[in-house]
């Protein structure tokens, strides 16, 4: 059975900031992983996914993550933050076998502020 | 390109009152999947269907009933509405030729069940 934990349902930051969001993941076989972003009364937003192919990916709006098997970890992060990356965020992790489906396996979120 | 659309985006419900909640998705994606969202529990899986003629559980699947219409129609179904069920219900879709493929969501219906 797969898990995800976000560290921190709230995270609030300061504009020009660094965004640092936890997640640390649990997956028998090796995992994909995915951090979402809800804007509100949205859908849900791909930011980025691990794929295997590289261990740092780079995603939409500045947004980054590095994935550390040793750890269980795909924190994401972003430079400075900006206004407009107020939202909720979710990790997600998908198991790599035939038989998963694609199906995902959510973090709780994490609602990021971003105070002026 | 629509993407996935859902119908209706909000509703009210008495309990015991029963609804279906409607997803379409014009990319022709081969799996869809229902998901409700509630504070503080991220998404959890209703129910999903891998291809056209196939569903199958998720975590949370008691109290509904899914039909997969055609491959571009994905319906849930509450047949006797309970409280518990106030949520917000997403429908998404993935292209499934590869498990990293990610899948896309529509805009969500709020379900209110007094």
């Known amino acids: 059975a797969q898990s995800v934990t976000q560290l921190g349902s709230h995270v609030s930051v300061s504009e020009g900031a660094l965004v640092l969001l936890r997640c640390n993941y649990s997956?028998?076989?090796?995992?994909?992983l995915f951090w979402y972003v809800q804007y509100p009364n949205q859908g849900l937003q791909l930011l980025l996914k691990?794929?295997?192919?590289?261990?740092l990916v780079k995603g939409i709006n500045g947004f980054e993550a590095e994935f550390k098997k040793s750890e269980t970890s795909f924190h994401l992060t972003k430079p400075s933050a900006h206004m407009s990356d107020a939202a909720e965020y979710f990790c997600a992790v998908s198991d790599a076998g035939g038989t998963s489906y694609g199906k995902l396996t959510f973090g709780q979120g994490t609602i990021l502020t971003v105070h002026p | 390109n629509a993407g996935v659309t859902q119908t209706p985006k909000f509703q009210v419900l008495k309990t015991g009152q029963s609804m279906t909640l409607q997803c379409a998705q014009d990319m022709n994606h081969n799996s869809m999947y229902w998901y409700r969202q509630d504070p503080g529990m991220g998404l959890r899986l209703i129910y999903y269907?891998?291809?056209?003629?196939?569903?199958d559980k998720g975590e949370v699947p008691n109290g509904y009933n899914v039909s997969r219409l055609n491959k571009r129609e994905f319906s849930l179904r509450l047949e006797s509405a309970a409280p518990s069920q106030t949520s917000v219900y997403f429908c998404?879709?993935?292209?499934?030729?590869?498990?990293?493929?990610?899948?896309?969501f529509g805009p969500g219906t709020r379900l209110t069940v007094l």
């Open positions: 997956s028998s076989v090796p995992p994909y």
């Open positions: 269907s891998a291809s056209e003629g196939t569903t």
């Open positions: 691990y794929t295997s192919a590289a261990t």
């Open positions: 998404a879709s993935r292209y499934s030729g590869g498990s990293y493929n990610e899948q896309f």
